[in-house]
């Protein structure tokens, strides 16, 4: 299968970043439509598409749009926040989305407010992703100046306020209890979650419900209703429950890394094809999912096929769509060790198995890398793994623990090695040289 | 027991700063665009991001204990809370003051296996300092950080609110000679874009601003030619 543009049909008309170009290529159809129907059939809609949530864990969207309180006499405000704290590394395509196609986040949001009364939206933006955030200001303001956000939508009587929320380099903020506590002003730490405390559709945001979705979720939304949920729903018919497309942003060595949108169904190896194919050598492992997905052999590559189920069943994730393709000269010992930096870094330290141990896999993984491994060291970290997974307050722990034991298994010659001669099977050199 | 009673009973609770406790004074734009920021919000508490990012432009991209008084004092919450939000997040220079430009090299999977350790290292030998560390000149100011999410053009660097990328030693020539004459304070540049993208437009005040902000001239987007 080739590349099926949906959401980057017209990524690459500059035209489409204003309201007159978005305009012209039927844009905000969908909410002219939604205006006219009951809410709740914006939400079956939603329901039929299939439409899971493209941020990473692929939970279904209907049932967040059909969670928020359906009439409004508690008298708190809904929120609709947007997640575009887009730091999984190898990930890039939220913010492709929103410097190329501000107005489908825009009207994908709207909609989403339409469906569930929201009264505010928050856009929440990494701090470093400022061509972004300047293309999405644009498109408010045009939004604002033209009646599509602000008081009385479109003549609907509907009000919809939208603003953006710029983060400030934290990676724990992608994480949706501790983004909303991001918005409110706090240290980015999580919170506890259902069913310790009502969901934030019931109460999140200052108490108020809230409806939280990926960048690219909102942005299937116009197509959702503009064209129906069945018709959205032929798309990855062939897989057991994905439907609709993903975009998956391809880097390493390929020859042509960057943002490919594909319908589920497509085989990996077919989107390896679409980058380009391998540069610099054969292919010998990827990383499909963002960084947090366990890696897989070339055998796993060949076999896989994109869909939330079938990539499980191969043994990884579909995860946030950051697929990393690395040669057979890649020491995989020194990724993983580089792997193991990044969330030791991240880790926002609220609960021991994640602040303590990301730490001490880090300090194992370094020291095998320097070649001082000790005996043991591998069982260590299989050990260690396994305390963090499952055992930490929000899903980074797990996040840290899957890519080491992942990378054990697939790769245990790659470790033994490194522990016994003290350097890489592979002689590369990845890590950091001394000054 | 009863001890702890008693000291929570006589201790002061955190109280935010008061005006005469203050050593530095917003200027009159910076007060405009956190009283529109305060619109967004039904709090004052969550204005706390965006009025840091206020602070660290208007100190020339450094948090100091001062600053983060000063928003705390304009937000009425408490010091210690201010100072714990701003030392959580890591594009708040709360530790030292920075260069001029604050050059950020991305360390993370995609860029390593590209091959950003060498690089790196050119950088430092370049620049004659180590990650965390400015210049003796005080023009730069180097940084590692996490994935900065731009994996496909990988090796990638940050400076100011432009992202460079894919970078080879001959790029970092080019672009450390250009930053090196040109006015533009990429430091504050980046505070900058990040308040007036949360505000949106914002007339300036009319009525002469008795502290205008330091880095008002200096604005505009650095061009460096990616082919030489």
């Known amino acids: 299968m080739a590349e099926y543009k949906l959401l980057f049909e017209h990524a690459h008309d500059p035209e489409f970043k204003t309201l007159k170009g978005y305009l012209a290529k039927g844009g905000y159809s969908a909410l002219k439509k939604a205006i006219g129907i009951p809410a709740q059939s914006i ?113 609907s009587g509907k009000n919809f306020d939208l603003y953006i929320h710029l983060g400030a380099g934290s990676y724990e903020c992608g994480e949706e209890s501790a983004l909303m506590s991001s918005i409110m002003g706090e240290r980015g730490m999580p919170r506890l979650k259902f069913p310790h405390v009502p969901l934030p559709t019931i109460s999140g945001l200052w108490d108020s419900p809230t409806l939280i979705n990926n960048v690219e979720t909102y942005c299937c939304a116009p197509f959702i209703v503009n064209k129906g949920g069945a018709w959205y729903a032929t798309l990855g018919a062939s897989t057991k429950n994905s439907r609709g497309t993903k975009i998956f942003s391809v ?161 245990p010659e790659e470790f033994d090695f490194y522990v016994k001669n003290g350097k890489s099977l592979v002689n590369s050199n990845l890590k950091l040289l001394p000054v | 027991m009863s001890e702890f009673v008693q000291l929570g009973s006589v201790n002061e609770r955190p109280r935010p700063p008061r005006a005469d406790e203050l050593q530095l004074q917003f200027s009159d734009l910076a007060i405009a665009e956190l009283n529109q920021l305060l619109t967004h919000y039904p709090d004052k508490k969550s204005a706390i991001l965006p009025g840091l990012w206020i602070a660290q432009r208007e100190y020339n991209g450094y948090l100091s204990g001062e600053a983060i008084a000063e928003v ?94 894919p970078v080879d030693e001959a790029y970092v020539d080019r672009l450390i000679e250009q930053l090196r004459t040109s006015d533009v304070n990429t430091v504050t540049q980046m505070a900058d874009c990040i308040v007036k993208v949360q505000t949106g437009p914002l007339t300036e005040p009319t009525s002469p601003t008795t502290n205008p902000t330091p880095t008002a001239a200096k604005r505009g987007r650095l061009k460096v030619d990616a082919t030489g």
């Open chain 2, 72 to 165: 705390a004092y304009r937000l009425e919450r408490s010091y210690a809370e201010v100072e714990g939000v701003a030392t959580f997040y890591s594009m708040y220079n709360t530790k030292h003051a920075v260069g001029q430009h604050m050059i950020e090299v991305c360390t993370c999977l995609s860029c390593q296996v590209c091959g950003v350790y060498p690089l790196a290292q050119y950088i430092k030998k370049k620049l004659g300092i180590n990650f965390g560390e400015t210049t003796e000149d005080g023009m730069f100011t180097l940084h590692e950080v996490e994935c900065l999410n731009a994996c496909d053009r990988a090796p990638v660097l940050q400076v100011g609110d432009q992202y460079h990328g």
């Open chain 1, 43 to 155: 939400i079956d809609e939603v329901k039929a598409s299939g439409l899971r949530g493209r941020g990473g864990a692929g939970f279904p969207t209907w049932i967040k749009w059909n969670g928020l309180p359906k009439d409004k006499s508690h008298g708190k405000k809904h929120y609709i926040v947007c997640n575009a704290d887009e730091g999984e590394p190898g990930t890039f395509k939220d913010k492709q989305l929103m410097e190329a196609t501000p107005f489908l986040l825009v009207e994908g949001m709207t909609l989403a407010a339409m469906a569930t009364g929201g009264d505010v939206g928050f856009i929440y933006i990494r701090g470093e992703f400022l061509d972004a955030a300047k293309a999405l200001r644009a498109a408010i303001d045009e939004a604002y100046a033209n009646g599509y956000l602000g008081q009385n939508i479109l003549g």
């Open chain 1, 251 to 411: 880097s390493g060595h390929v020859n042509k890394p960057g943002n490919y949108e594909i319908e589920f169904g497509t085989t990996l190896a077919e989107l390896l094809e679409m980058s380009g194919g391998m540069k610099g050598g054969s292919l010998k492992a990827c990383v499909p999912g963002g960084s947090s997905v366990p890696i897989m052999n070339a055998d796993q590559v060949n076999k896989a096929v994109i869909g939330y189920e079938e990539m499980w069943d191969a043994g990884s994730m579909v995860g946030s769509g950051g697929c990393m393709f690395l040669n057979d000269k890649t020491c995989i010992v020194q990724f993983i060790w580089r792997t193991a930096l990044f969330y030791a870094n991240e880790s926002c330290g609220k609960c021991t198995p994640c602040r303590e141990g990301t730490k001490w896999m880090l300090q194992i993984l370094e020291r095998i890398v320097e070649g001082n491994g000790q005996e043991g060291d591998v069982e260590l970290l299989m050990d260690i793994t396994k305390q963090i997974d499952g055992r930490s307050f929000c899903g980074l722990g797990d996040a840290a623990a899957w890519p080491v034991a992942g990378a054990i298994k697939v790769f």
